[in-house]
């Protein structure tokens, strides 16, 4: 046993060294607990300084293996938030104007669009028959027209109301031992009127039509009312072979105009003939039409 030094006032207070290597000893045989995991570890401020600082990796995948309660409810808020986005997108998305309907008012929204599509087949099929009524008056119409027009343009020449062009023969007529008569003078037009002549100018003067009147004067002939003197020339619009025929037959016009050597008459084909002379109309004083009777 080391020997006790008599104790003085200043060490009186405070443990021998003997008494500190027994701490010391006493120390190193207590046992030692076992470490706690997690948030219940605890450790002394020399053993944290002694032990290595984890790294990112390691921070982040404690995190996601062992998370902590803070994390576990927001991650839980955040995928409630998730699911209220997406459901609130697929609604605005999807249309639930009839969804929310109940099975006689689905039946009944569809017969109301059956009773709407045979309305609009019904409309459309009278508009159709309309435009097919239409369409076919208006096709009479424009038949009916253009045949009236045809009929105008024809009355037209008949009555020597507008100028005309075609193909004929000009006759010429002169005077050798007389003045003309008049006989062979309407004898000859007659004749053109008989093979076919549409159209009839003297002189360049007088538009010979059905009510063109003949007289017999001194000096000359008056037709419809006009003094005419010779050479007297005839335009006359039709089939040249056929006027020439009708001027030419035995004891046709030609002849008469030729006898006793008193007149000539010549006449030349043409491919155009142009009569511009125009016949005045004159409403018919007396005649009147069957309708208006």
Not at 30 to 57: C, I, N, V, Y
Not at 132 to 145: I, K, P, V, W
Not at 198 to 222: H, M
């Amino acid at each position: 046993m080391p020997e006790h030094k008599a104790p003085d006032h200043k060490a009186a207070d405070h443990k021998t060294p003997v008494h500190k290597a027994a701490d010391h000893r006493r120390a190193e045989h207590k046992p030692r607990l076992p470490e706690a995991s997690g948030a219940e570890a605890s450790s002394t401020p020399d053993e944290d300084a002694a032990q290595p600082t984890p790294g990112a990796g390691a921070r982040l995948l404690h995190a996601l293996t062992r998370p902590s309660r803070s994390q576990v409810v927001v991650g839980l808020l955040l995928a409630a938030l998730g699911f209220s986005v997406v459901t609130q997108v697929r609604a605005n998305t999807v249309d639930d104007t009839y969804a929310g309907l109940r099975e006689q008012d689905l039946i009944d929204v569809l017969n109301g669009l059956a009773d709407t599509t045979q309305r609009a087949n019904a409309e459309i099929q009278r508009l159709e028959e309309t435009r097919d009524d239409l369409l076919s008056e208006t096709n009479a119409r424009t038949a009916a027209l253009e045949q009236a027009t045809t009929e105008l343009d024809v009355l037209s020449v008949l009555a020597g109301t507008v100028a005309v062009t075609g193909p004929g023969v000009q006759i010429t007529i002169k005077e050798v031992a007389g003045p003309v008569r008049l006989e062979p003078f309407i004898d000859m037009v007659q004749a053109l009127r008989s093979a076919g002549a549409e159209a009839i100018q003297i002189n360049s003067a007088v538009r010979v039509v059905a009510s063109t009147s003949f007289r017999d004067t001194e000096g000359g002939v008056i037709v419809g009312g006009t003094l005419l003197r010779a050479p007297y020339v005839i335009d006359v619009i039709g089939s040249p072979p056929a006027l020439v025929a009708a001027l030419r037959f035995p004891n046709g016009p030609q002849d008469q105009f030729q006898k006793d050597n008193i007149a000539e008459l010549t006449y030349t084909e043409l491919n155009a003939v142009d009569i511009t002379t125009v016949a005045e109309t004159s409403q018919p004083g007396f005649a009147q039409s069957g309708a208006e009777q």
